[in-house]
């Protein structure tokens, strides 16, 4: 059983990210399955630190995006969802050429949708795990 609640593909998601952060940095949307969505982000000079991993804070702009993405797709239509909050563990460096998140939820209610990101390298190693807290909220009319 399929759970997102909003009938679309990844050809309808990915114009949204023209002209963000996540267009800056490279990521691409690559997977959308029944109750996942996968993305890359490359590891290159927008998303590295000095010593030529990945940073941090790209990591968890990878996260907050598939994240986000996931806990819409959760949410019935005439709602949306921002972010409440997010952590990010980084178990091991995420090195050239890029890493690869998978967004699942873990919780979806009424006023909140949770999301679990794990991120791997290019060997499929396990670079960051993340979670994404949201607050569900009615579209303005």
Same mark, same amino acid.
């Given at each position: ?18 002209? /963000? =952060?996540?267009?800056? +940095? %490279?990521?691409?949307? !690559?997977?959308? #399955? ?30 907050? /995006? =598939?994240?986000?993405? +996931? %806990?819409?797709?959760? !949410?019935?239509? #005439? ?35 949770? +999301? ?26």
């Amino acid at each position: 059983m399929a759970i997102w609640k909003k009938n679309v593909t990844l050809d309808d998601i990915r114009p949204l990210m023209k002209d /963000t =952060l996540s267009e800056h +940095v %490279g990521m691409e949307l !690559t997977e959308l #399955g029944d109750d996942f969505l996968k993305g890359t982000l490359p590891v290159d000079n927008r998303t590295r630190q000095h010593m030529g991993i990945i940073h941090g804070g790209a990591s968890v702009v990878l996260a907050e /995006t =598939l994240g986000s993405v +996931v %806990g819409n797709l959760c !949410t019935p239509h #005439g709602f949306h969802i921002v972010g409440l909050d997010i952590n990010a563990n980084h178990v091991r460096p995420g090195r050239p050429p890029y890493v690869t998140g998978i967004a699942r939820p873990l919780h979806i209610g009424r006023t909140t949708v949770v +999301v679990e990101i794990n991120i791997y390298d290019a060997d499929d190693k396990l670079v960051c795990v993340s979670r994404l807290t949201t607050a569900v909220l009615p579209d303005k009319t």
